[in-house]
């Protein structure tokens, strides 16, 4: 299996990145997760999105993938603290997300690593393969603004202004591949944006 990570891909620090998101659990309804449905968020890293979003899935599972394994660890602990018992860590790579999941989803969620993917054709054949049918693949990326202009707690921050993606460029890098086709354009005010795939 690959496990090379994508670049500008780093776990962000959870003081600024709560600041960023203050309402994770609002954020992922906004992205249309609802209880029952399954969820593998790909590049969950520690688990900001993915913890909340298995406590709106439940009683569904939510696999939180990631290639890094001490984010996994720092994971599974937080989800064993807080009793959230349908939160399942797979240690996996989003080129081939659908070899390491045991079921498909309902929701494909890649967020805030788009921006740093080399193969977008082969990682988006990925999570439409791990779709169950009717099912979303959303892509939530820093809005493609200078990073000098997205400040949190005093400092620029996301990724390198030149690797960013407009929506056009997520759209054209998503659409038409394995059939998807865009359902929802979501603003995340300040600094991000989302958009809902369907097959
Ligand atoms: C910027 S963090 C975002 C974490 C989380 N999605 C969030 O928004 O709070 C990106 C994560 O993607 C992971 N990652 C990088 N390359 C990957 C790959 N090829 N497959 C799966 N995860 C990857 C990194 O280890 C990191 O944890």
Redesign the pocket.
Known sequence: M?????EH????DWDW?GRLWPAPGETLRDLGVEAGDSVA??????G??ALPAARIAAPAPVYA????ES?LAELETLADRQGVETLHPVR????SLGDVLPEPVDRVIL???FH?VDDRGRVVRAAAEALAPGGQFVV?NWAARPRAETTVLGEPRGPPTDCRLSPDETRAAVEGVAGFTERAHVSLPPYHYALRFER
Do not use: H, I, K, M
Not at 92 to 95: C, E, Q, T, V
């Open positions: 690959t496990v090379e990570s994508f891909t780093g776990q962000p990145w968020e790909v590049g969950c890293g520690n900001y999105f993938v990631d290639v890094d984010l996996g790579d989003a080129r967020a805030n690593a740093g939530v």
